[in-house]
């Protein structure tokens, strides 16, 4: 059985009168996620990732490794460290860098070879294809991807998880024989990516996208709505059309699709979850990765690659979604989904509940949604009421309460945070009651599409 008791929750408590400075914290979800003990600050843009923010972690590796089987991903490790040297060969790292201040953390072994800790891997990756090559076309597509740390030397880190020095990432890498069956293996990528965001459930907009330092021709972002977004994304009412303001000479451009007029142009801001590049040969012909075609004669491959900022993702599902003082998450991503909340120590139906606690417990492992998804707040020198209060911050989906009724009436408190109701309901409508909720299918989010 989970219990709260147990839980290493180390919540941090603001007093009520005290003085935030303005650069501490920075955002919504930053400042609930530490409250609720799901983060804490071990530096500057570093942070611990505690037990209830690791299982909302391991539920979005979950998904993303789902997601990424379906289009034939394979998942592997590349080293964290990667030699300065093939950065400078793919030309992202010149060798007048050296002095520049940059946001590649560096550095220096006693054998004074420089190595890179990567905000990407895209020379690691396609050194390993470099070694191995010329293959054969036959084992073409070749989709590899990992979710590790990743680094940037970020001057000033804010927003949490949002825009840390140190974060998580899938990163996927994708090798073509041609430009054609690079194009489609970016469609078919990026259909994955729409997929994984609806089964996510919150609201986000595809965008035309800057290819920027990473080079390439193409390039699409997925970001979430939000004003605490650090990019402006513009869409034509006329057209259709959906882009990065980057890709605007000014805000007051026309539509580069229809020639719209500015008027005819919204705009908004967004957090960036996820980005798609089509790279072509910018690292495979430097790197010297290369197929034997049919013809039997070598050819440079195709690449792309394809980013999910994991850490981010879940912060900034916390930001979309949640109230100034109590966070609300996807239910794909809730730590727990269902929180069962026990008598008050020395009441009189605390001994009588025990059967009733245990029994929930169990047969909620049964119920569709909710195996391994029960906790149980069984902190009972706390009243009913200030652990309800908690499970409301904390945004548990579902709390059930094991009151008075509970014991004379077997009659159960059913609170769905999702739905916003509040149920009185006997104990096998509570458990179908639940099974119900957890399954109903969330409104499919608004997908915008570049057109």
């Not at 972690?57 to 300065?84: C, F, V, W, Y």
Request: hydrophobic share 40%; proline share 5%; aromatic share 6%.
């Amino acid at each position: 059985m989970q219990r709260a008791s147990k839980l290493f929750q180390p919540a941090l408590i603001i007093p009520k009168n005290a003085t935030i400075k303005s650069q501490d914290i920075t955002s919504k979800s930053q400042r609930l996620m530490l409250e609720q003990g799901l983060i804490r600050q071990a530096g500057n843009g570093t942070f611990y990732l505690l037990p209830l923010l690791q299982r909302s972690l391991q539920k979005a590796i979950n998904l993303i490794d789902r997601h990424m089987e379906m289009i034939g991903a394979q998942r592997l490790t590349l080293p964290l460290l990667t030699s300065a040297e093939l950065w400078k060969k793919s030309g992202r790292l010149a060798s007048s860098d050296g002095g520049k201040p940059t946001e590649l953390l560096q550095t220096t072994d006693r054998h004074g070879k420089v190595q890179i800790l990567g905000p990407t891997h895209e020379e690691s990756i396609t050194s390993l294809v470099a070694a191995i090559a010329p293959v054969t076309y036959r084992q073409f597509p070749l989709r590899l991807y990992q979710i590790s740390t990743k680094f940037r030397d970020e001057m000033k880190p804010r927003f949490g998880l949002m825009r840390a020095k140190e974060f998580l990432m899938k990163d996927l890498y994708t090798f073509d024989v041609d430009r054609a069956r690079c194009q489609e293996t970016y469609e078919e990528v990026n259909a994955a990516y729409g997929k994984l965001f609806a089964a996510i459930g919150i609201p986000f907009v595809k965008v035309a996208g800057d290819c920027g330092t990473m080079g390439g021709s193409l390039s699409h972002e997925y970001h979430f709505p939000s004003e605490v977004g650090e990019d402006q994304l513009i869409h034509c009412t006329r057209c259709g059309m959906h882009s990065n303001a980057e890709l605007f000479a000014t805000l007051s451009q026309r539509c580069k699709n229809c020639a719209g007029q500015e008027e005819a142009l919204e705009r908004q801001a967004g957090i960036e979850v996820a980005h798609a590049f089509i790279l072509e040969d910018r690292y495979t012909k430097a790197l010297g990765a290369a197929c034997l075609q049919p013809n039997g004669k070598p050819s440079t491959l195709q690449m792309g690659c394809y980013g999910i900022g994991v850490t981010r993702l879940i912060a900034a599902s916390v930001e979309v979604l949640s109230s100034e003082k109590e966070i609300r998450w996807p239910a794909a991503l809730a730590p727990y989904r269902v929180c069962i909340i026990t008598p008050k120590a020395g009441s009189k139906e605390e001994s009588e509940a025990s059967p009733f606690v245990a029994q929930l417990y169990r047969d909620l492992q049964k119920v569709n949604h909710c195996a391994g998804e029960v906790i149980v707040d069984d902190r009972s020198q706390f009243t009913i009421g200030k652990r309800l209060l908690d499970a409301r911050k904390m945004g548990y989906p579902i709390v059930v309460i094991l009151g008075s009724k509970a014991v004379s009436e077997q009659v159960f408190e059913l609170h769905s945070l999702t739905l916003g109701t509040e149920l009185n309901l006997p104990y096998t409508d509570t458990l179908a009651t639940i099974g119900a909720i957890l399954s109903s299918a969330e409104p499919p989010p608004r997908i915008a599409q570049e057109l």
